[in-house]
């Protein structure tokens, strides 16, 4: 893997050949006339497509969002696990590809044909920054100049909350120095992506339309190994639990028959949205009273919807995003911060619904939120809607996914192996931990572990009090069980159990849940009635609810 040397930062010669790279071109000016609430507007071409050849022309590592694997040496060398440890993500491999790289064109088809407004406003980007990788900031940086038609963007605000990192000090501001639409703004104490092609008019136009309009992007995968550019899927509705976690709902009908429109988001995932500067403002902006993160999503989201403002997803606007594999960053000395947080969004926006939020988190109840009276004050001066409104008008069908009073579990307890005295412990792994038997904690006196789990109303196995759920990612005899995010859509979480031959059933895969009492193993195999192995015991389970099962599945 050889580097392509646009890392070197103080080399001013590199500067200026890269700064030769940022489009400086217009759309080309074509498109139809068009009638717009009674008015004549022109509706234009904003692709970029000199940008566009340029990036086909491309070639080198990671050149068209293709992953790149690293050497066993290279993994295996300090500077790599170093550059891992330091930023939760393989860094070695961002340091070897271009600051100017190209992805591919995921969007759908039809909105490479998309005409948006010729008139737009222009924009101001504001990327937050806290100890990041230099260079997977700098491609972010580039894919705004290479990819937004230069008369939309006004500026690129790095705001630097107060990184320790040296590289983020004179190497980025050398960098940038030649930049003249990026400045930096830095944070001496603190207080609390790559883009696709033609990703800012359709992000942009709803606004133009209404300025009470908020969008946001449809956000892409860079994968954490190998930093391949990858579609995540063609959208969902962001919603949440009565744990105040982020979920997702399905699309509602005819919204994927009109696969360029913008649809109706009832909660943004928080990472990236436009917004009007005049709309935030009324808005009161961000709650001052939120700490670090967490929240600010939901209370944005409330307030734009509950003051009069619709949040859209804009499907043709995409954003890759790299889901760290972990937070390199350490504890943050804010106490419970989050807790608070959801407490101050439950007491000022959720009105009689926050009893639900309290219900399934009692810390959240008890926390002192702070002083709250001027987001009150700010709520009955615009005359906000009710929860009850919202509830009922734009996340109307959450409660069908997400009920606010937990619905009974199909079964419960700890799950026993027949074939040995052992039981499932997961042992408190995370997301993708791999898990298998134990001794049962109930037969060792003083053991502990976690062997308490439920099969819940939605059909997935979790640990009682966690959002993790049994996982099978492939089918294949002894394909392993993983935990992954409970996303409650069935799937490849979909269990079901037969309490006549103790089966749990893996509904994709038509497979059953197996083990290897030697290796104390667990994994999914091919159903067969008398295998002992294959028999798993739960402590009690809801005859009703597991009657209605063996009618469907066996």
């Known amino acids: 893997m050889e580097p392509h040397g646009?890392?070197?930062?103080?080399?001013n010669e590199v500067i200026r050949r890269e700064e030769k790279h940022v489009s400086s071109s217009t759309p080309p000016i074509h498109g139809k006339l068009v009638e717009i609430l009674g008015r004549k507007a022109q509706k234009i071409d904003w692709h970029d497509y000199a940008a566009i050849a340029r990036d086909n022309a491309r070639?080198?590592?990671?050149?068209?969002?293709?992953?790149?694997?690293?050497?066993?040496?290279?993994?295996?060398?300090?500077?790599?696990?170093?550059?891992?440890?330091?930023?939760?993500?393989?860094?070695?491999?961002?340091?070897?590809?271009?600051?100017?790289?190209?992805?591919k064109d995921i969007r759908h088809p039809d909105c490479k044909k998309k005409l948006y407004l010729a008139e737009l406003p222009s924009v101001s980007i504001i990327i937050p920054v806290r100890n990041e990788h230099l260079t997977t900031l700098l491609r972010s940086i580039y894919s705004i100049l290479n990819r937004t038609p230069p008369k939309l963007l006004t500026e690129i605000i790095l705001v630097d909350d107060a990184s320790v990192k040296a590289n983020l000090k004179s190497p980025l501001d050398n960098h940038i120095a030649n930049l003249t639409k990026v400045r930096i703004i830095r944070l001496q104490k603190r207080e609390g992506l790559i883009l696709n092609i033609n990703?800012?008019?359709p992000l942009i136009e709803p606004i133009a339309l209404d300025y009470k309009t908020s969008v946001c992007p449809l956000i892409d995968v860079i994968k954490w190994e190998t930093f391949a550019y990858v579609t995540q899927d063609e959208g969902a509705r962001g919603a949440f639990d009565w744990q105040m976690y982020?979920?997702?709902?399905?699309?509602?009908?005819?919204?994927?028959?009109?696969?360029?429109?913008?649809?109706?988001?009832p909660v943004m995932a928080g990472g990236l949205f436009a917004?009007?500067?005049?709309?935030?403002?009324?808005?009161?902006?961000?709650?001052?009273?939120?700490?670090?993160?967490?929240?600010?999503?939901?209370?944005?989201?409330?307030?734009?919807?509950?003051?009069?403002g619709r949040l859209v997803d804009a499907p043709c606007s995409r954003v890759g995003h790299?889901?760290?594999?972990?937070?390199?960053?350490?504890?943050?000395?804010?106490?419970?911060?989050?807790?608070?947080?959801?407490?101050?969004?439950?007491?000022?926006?959720?009105?009689?619904?926050?009893?639900?939020?309290?219900?399934?988190?009692?810390?959240?109840?008890?926390?002192?939120?702070?002083?709250?009276?001027?987001?009150?004050?700010?709520?009955?001066?615009?005359?906000?809607?009710?929860?009850?409104?919202?509830?009922?008008?734009?996340?109307?069908?959450?409660?069908?996914?997400?009920?606010?009073?937990?619905?009974?579990?199909?079964?419960?307890?700890?799950?026993?192996?027949?074939?040995?005295?052992?039981?499932?412990?997961?042992?408190?792994?995370?997301?993708?931990?791999?898990?298998?038997?134990?001794d049962c904690v109930k037969d060792q006196q003083g053991r502990s572990g976690e062997q308490n789990f439920e099969l819940s109303w939605r059909q997935d196995i979790r640990p009682k009090g966690r959002e993790v759920c049994f996982d099978v990612p492939s089918r294949g005899k002894r394909t392993p069980v993983v935990l992954f995010n409970c996303h409650g859509m069935r799937g490849n979480q979909h269990f079901v159990y037969n309490p006549n031959n103790f089966h749990i059933l893996h509904v994709a895969t038509s497979f059953c849940l197996d083990c290897d009492v030697s290796s104390k193993m667990i994994f999914m195999d091919e159903c067969e009635v008398e295998k002992k192995t294959q028999q798993w015991k739960f402590s009690s389970y809801n005859d009703t609810l597991i009657l209605k099962d063996l009618q469907k599945f066996f």
């Not at 646009?6 to 080399?11: E, K, R």
């Not at 690293?70 to 590809?97: C, D, K, M, V, W």
């Open 246 to 265: 982020y979920k997702r709902l399905p699309l509602l009908p005819g919204t994927a028959e009109k696969p360029t429109e913008p649809f109706d988001d």
């Open 199 to 201: 990703w800012l008019p």
């Open 322 to 438: 790299i889901y760290r594999q972990f937070n390199p960053h350490g504890g943050l000395d804010f106490g419970d911060y989050l807790s608070r947080n959801h407490k101050r969004v439950a007491v000022v926006w959720m009105d009689e619904y926050a009893e639900y939020i309290y219900k399934r988190n009692s810390r959240i109840r008890h926390v002192d939120p702070g002083d709250i009276k001027k987001q009150v004050a700010l709520r009955e001066k615009l005359q906000c809607k009710s929860f009850k409104w919202f509830m009922e008008n734009v996340a109307f069908d959450l409660p069908q996914y997400y009920p606010p009073v937990p619905l009974p579990a199909y079964a419960e307890g700890e799950i026993r192996s027949t074939a040995a005295d052992l039981c499932i412990d997961t042992k408190h792994a995370g997301e993708r931990g791999t898990f298998g038997l134990d």
């Open 59 to 103: 070639t080198g590592l990671g050149e068209g969002g293709a992953g790149v694997e690293p050497s066993t040496q290279e993994r295996n060398s300090g500077a790599f696990q170093q550059l891992y440890r330091e930023n939760g993500f393989h860094a070695f491999i961002s340091e070897n590809i271009s600051v100017h790289r190209s992805i």
């Open 6 to 11: 646009l890392y070197n930062t103080n080399d």
């Open 275 to 308: 917004i009007s500067k005049i709309w935030f403002w009324e808005l009161g902006g961000y709650d001052e009273g939120l700490d670090v993160w967490g929240g600010e999503q939901y209370e944005m989201s409330f307030k734009i919807w509950q003051c009069g």
